[in-house]
């Protein structure tokens, strides 16, 4: 998640990062849910320079819905970026909502047709017609709390060349109507054997808090690992399994490490995976989220329609080929500096808990759309209920080149990825 602050109001509202949502939205003071009775609203009592539509707008999850009027305002982002940004005043939120710590979303997606939702340009593009950024892409990177850096981290405009060593390893992004970041799988696997799985794509969703995939392919990975057991869509591995998981992207393949795909205790003794067998779209698509990216740092860049990855070295990768073969790292396109403008802001946070009886994926992996709905979101939250230990405490972050600034923004609530 990541502080921001709208128009002439000094609250500070909490909006998810959400790679697979194109739409940006906020909890509306004129909303009477119980869900937004649990978190801040905004409305034209907090800003004297809000500006709201007569357009009406309404996205619907598997696991609930938002909807109510479109408006604009001045959106305040790690003190330096403040541009005019079109986003939704959520008059009706589902109950659903009320165990997540989140007071909107902030829709990073490739941009989406379908109608009824917010038919606006979404952040990044009025970052870059506004000449805040020189470059259409942003770095994430995501911190656990199991390492204890809390140092999670967005930067708009170019890439943190301190978070990755080498080059970054950039894939095409697959074309579709519905603003996924979605690229070719090489492979899968773990222990260091690979299954030699062809034709699947991931969504790359900092949306989501698992690890989704049909359940075949779910099935043959964990038959990689000793003592897992199935239930459904949910497995069940030993705590004490050091067995990496693995995907190929391209020439390289990443681990993932147990501190993120071994999740909580049982009451039977052994431990819930975090890679979840449930098709959420096509026999062939993953919904890969914050257990991978965990593992990485991720490059979404919107002029060359390519997602990237980069690790640090000693990380989790193993290239089959030389670095100097991979796309060289954030090379801006068209002309523009190799070195443009950006923002870094940081995302701090801490990892939260399933809600009690969570042992089934569906009590806190985020929101699914629902398949008749015609979201083309495939998870508008991954925060589970927040736990009683959720950090107060923010981050001091490094810029991204020289001339670069550096915001710090704290957030004293859970952060998106659970399980960690």
Known sequence: MVAVTIGSSQEEYHLLLDSAASNTWVMSEDCGTDACGRHNTFGEGDSSTLKIEDTTFSITYGTGSVSGTIASDTVHIGGSLSPTLTFGLATNVSSEFSSYPMDGILGIGRGDTVSGTIEAPQLINVLSSSNLIDAKLYGVHLSRTADGTNDGELNFGSVNKDRFDGDINYLSAVDNDDGF??????????????????????????????????????????????????????????????????????????????????????????????????????????????????????????????????????????PEESASTLSPTATASGGESSSPTSTTVMA????????????????????????????????????????ASASAEGGVGRASTPSACSFALSIALGLLALFG
């Open 348 to 387: 701090t946070g801490t990892d939260t808990a399933a809600p009690t009886g969570g042992a089934s994926a569906t009590a806190g992996q985020g929101f699914q759309p629902s398949p008749t709905s015609g979201t083309a979101n495939p998870s508008a939250a991954a925060a589970g209920e927040p736990s």
């Open 181 to 318: 970041w979605e690229i070719p799988i090489a492979d899968a696997g773990a222990d260091s054997t690979l299954l030699s799985l062809a034709s699947r794509s991931a969504i790359i969703d900092t949306g989501t808090s698992f690890i989704l995939m049909p359940e075949p392919d779910a099935v043959a990975l964990h038959k990689l690992i000793d003592g897992s057991t199935q239930s459904g869509e949910t497995f069940t591995v030993p705590c004490d399994t050091d067995k990496a998981l693995q995907i190929k992207f391209g020439s390289v393949t990443y681990d993932v490490s147990t501190k993120d795909w071994v999740g909580g205790t049982l009451d039977t003794g052994g431990c819930k995976s975090n890679v979840i067998g449930r098709q959420t779209f096509g026999e062939t698509q993953w919904l890969v989220g914050d257990v991978f990216l965990k593992n990485v740092y991720t490059v979404f860049d919107f002029d060359n329609a390519k997602v990237g990855f980069g690790v640090q070295s000693g990380g989790d990768s193993e």
